[in-house]
């Protein structure tokens, strides 16, 4: 079975400083990984994806995540936050192959203090 | 183009009752997918539809639970005889089906569920 652990329920950032949002995963195979962001009172939004080659992944809004197979994880980063990034971040995975729905993990609150 | 459309945005129930939820997919995506968020968790995944194929609908809590998609577009998640504990955001997503499972999903804003 596949499945994704996101192990901090909130990460504070002081605006300006550099953040992480940790993932890990499991999966039989290589995975696809993705990033989510849901803000206040609005659906979830897109942010990158992994699907093979280099293992650092450029998004939307700065954003970026690194794909270590090793330690399975997805870690999301940004170099200097904005307030603006805070909301509730989703790590999700899915097989190469077999079953095709989506996992997501328990989503991380961001906050970031001005 | 339109994003995916889901209605109601909201839906208060008792207890008991069943309800039926709609999901407009964006045009062309061949893939669509139930998720369940309750307060304060992440997604729950329900049912998955790609194409033709037979749903994957693992992800069903209960007998309770049913969803069909007619003519490879419009879903409708249907919930019997719901309880309180149904009570949640209900979302669909859809993609395109391209680059295999690596297409992304886009999402509805939800159907807020509360049953009372």
């Known amino acids: 079975a596949q499945s994704v652990a996101q192990p901090e329920d909130q990460v504070n950032v002081a605006e300006g400083n550099p953040l992480t949002v940790k993932c890990t995963y499991s999966v039989s195979g290589n995975p696809y990984l993705f990033w989510y962001v849901q803000y206040p009172n609005r659906g979830l939004q897109f942010l990158l994806k992994y699907i093979t080659g280099d293992n650092l992944v450029k998004g939307s809004y700065g954003f970026e995540a690194e794909f270590n197979k090793s330690q399975t994880s997805f870690h999301l980063k940004k170099p200097s936050a904005l307030v603006s990034d805070s909301a509730l971040y989703f790590c999700a995975v899915r097989p190469y192959t077999g079953r095709r729905a989506l996992t997501f993990g328990s989503g991380t609150r961001l906050q970031v203090q001005p | 183009g339109a994003g995916v459309s889901q209605s109601p945005s909201n839906k208060v129930t008792e207890k008991g009752k069943d309800v039926e939820l709609r999901c407009d997919p964006i045009?062309?995506?061949?893939?669509l997918y139930w998720y369940r968020q309750s307060l304060g968790q992440g997604l729950e995944f329900l049912i998955y539809?790609?194409?033709?194929?037979?749903?994957?609908k693992s992800g069903l809590p209960s007998d309770r639970f049913s969803a069909e998609r007619t003519g490879g577009s419009v879903s409708t998640l249907t919930i019997q005889r719901t309880q309180q504990e149904d009570s949640a955001v209900y979302l669909c997503?859809?993609?395109?089906?391209?680059?295999?499972?690596?297409?992304?999903?886009?999402f509805g804003n939800g159907t807020r569920l509360t049953v009372t």
């Open positions: 539809f790609q194409g033709n194929s037979a749903p994957d």
């Open positions: 045009s062309g995506h061949t893939a």
């Open positions: 997503a859809s993609s395109s089906g391209g680059q295999g499972a690596g297409s992304p999903l886009h």
